[in-house]
């Protein structure tokens, strides 16, 4: 814990003791990773318990399902060509990042005065290349996939997000990443 005169911050997983049960009038975290995002009620529930009565609590998801639009490309031509990437698609694995669902969260939780919105930011890629390479890493759901595929299987998802990403006159891919917030009070 860290500590001013204003303000105490405190790291702690959701599963973990309820640290300042009642003390804090404020709470932020993101469901960032998958191991979270299946943590969800328990990390909202320990959020509520930390806050003082009238305490505010923010989240956020991102929006994999149709508002990550670099993820949302992928998965869609990488179900066309395998359909073995369906069931990685975390689109279709996390309905927890839908703003329906968060704010649904956060009621089941006992928070009050739920609100939900938008959060989007521009991804823009200076060339094809700038978007592909990133895939090769082997971190993460999307490339790990592109890891597990024979070079042919690679070549022919390249060539297909190559043809199907919307690239501009100055070769630039712009696309939108969404994350959906939400914020409640402690009743």
Avoid: K, N
């Avoid at 993820?71 to 698609?89: G, N, Q, S």
């Avoid at 060339?127 to 790990?144: I, K």
């Amino acid at each position: 814990m860290f500590a001013t005169g204003r303000a105490s911050f405190v790291t702690t997983g959701g599963e973990g003791p309820a640290i300042g049960r009642g003390r804090f009038g404020r709470g932020r975290f993101g469901f960032r990773s998958q191991t979270s995002c299946r943590m969800r009620e328990p990390a909202v529930s320990s959020m509520r318990e930390r806050l003082r009565r009238g305490g505010t609590v923010a989240a956020y998801v991102w929006d994999y399902a149709g508002g990550m639009e670099f993820l949302r490309f992928f998965w869609d031509e990488a179900a066309t060509l395998d359909p073995r990437a369906v069931a990685l698609d975390e689109g279709r694995r996390f309905p927890l990042c839908r703003e329906e669902s968060l704010g649904l969260l956060f009621r089941a939780a006992g928070l009050a005065q739920v609100e939900t919105d938008a959060l989007e930011i521009a991804t823009d890629f200076a060339t094809f290349d700038d978007y592909w390479t990133p895939l090769l890493r082997g971190t993460g759901p999307a490339p790990s996939y592109v890891a597990s595929l024979e070079p042919a299987g690679r070549e022919s998802l390249r060539e297909r997000l190559r043809r199907r990403l919307p690239v501009g006159s100055d070769g630039r891919i712009r696309l939108h990443a969404r994350a959906w917030a939400a914020r409640a009070v402690a009743a």
